[in-house]
């Protein structure tokens, strides 16, 4: 059942695809890093360094749950929804009761830890929604998803008004995300950096990563192999979605606010840096590990033309072209080497 390592290496190859690709976009973002350096000025200085680090754990979070996902062959377009979902349940159920106050400004004065408990439990039921439509009724993925994006969103932007709950929040709500450990960095990359540890060792030393795998390369198989392959991927499903709403989390508590905009488009930039990492839209190939060089580089790419001041629509020319050119390029190392 060694599907992972055996079933992407050539006989004639010393490693296998994966560890090739992974090779291989380490050395892109090298040459984008260096390259940002040069041509950026004060790129290379340890605070834009720090900062570029924490804006990256919130889509790394994400990507996490959206790279298993990948593998097995299914997609999930709900995690930004769901990223605003949890920014505002967070902060209704946290904010002050206040007799007489507006809407926006009373919330339910539950405690903090009671709070985020519930806020994740939401966000997990929207995972379950999810598994339930795709696994049982086997409506496609990206359909149910993108149906499942929008629902969460319009019941933050309800309980939201359209608006943000910044008033009445406790003192411990803004620590996950201002809370800084070194320079910039912040507890948001302790926990970013706890659920990468969690997801490798899930993914190569046990027989739930080796499944996904076997799932994602051909899921007949996998189901005469004995797999409960629906159960696996309802599992993903609901782990996504806490996912999603931990980075939802993290970010309402770097801005200190529920705002029902937050999440916006990470669906997109989620798959973006999973794909740009290496992993395949196909299933069965790929790693968490992808994900994270995929979200490096489109950080740096944004930090870049971000400094170097292109307007919006030039920033957006400049990070498509390079996305489409390295993903070119991965299609064209895999091919040769198989030739």
Known sequence: MQMKVDSCKPAESKISNLTFINLSMLGVLAVVFVAASLIVPRFFDINNISNLIAQQAEIIILGIGVTFLLITGHFDMSVGGIVSLGAVVSAYLCQAKTAGASDLASGLG???????????????????????????????????????????????????????????????????????????????????????IIALIVE?????????????????????????????ISLLY?????????????????????????GTGYEFDALVITVLGGTSIAGGFGSVVCAVVGAFILGILSTSVNMLGFQPAMQMLVKGFVIIAAILAQRFALDKRKV
């Open 204 to 232: 190569n030393k046990t027989a739930f990563g080796r499944r996904i795998y076997l799932i994602g390369a051909n899921q007949v198989a996998a189901k005469l192999s004995g797999i409960k392959v629906e159960r696996e």
């Open 110 to 196: 539950m405690g903090y830890g009671k709070a985020i408990i519930i806020t994740l439990l939401c966000c997990m039921l929207i995972g379950v929604i999810n598994a339930f439509f795709i696994v049982k009724v086997k409506v496609n993925s990206v359909v149910v998803t993108l149906g499942t994006m929008a629902f969460s969103r319009g019941v933050a932007m309800i309980i939201a008004k359209g608006a943000q709950r910044i008033t009445g929040l406790p003192p411990e709500y803004k620590q996950i995300g201002q809370y800084t450990v070194i320079g910039t960095i912040n507890i948001a990359v302790i926990i970013m950096i706890f659920l990468l």
């Open 238 to 262: 609901i782990t996504s979605a806490f996912l999603a709403g931990v980075a939802g989390i993290v970010m309402a508590s770097r801005f200190n606010a529920g705002n029902c905009t937050l």
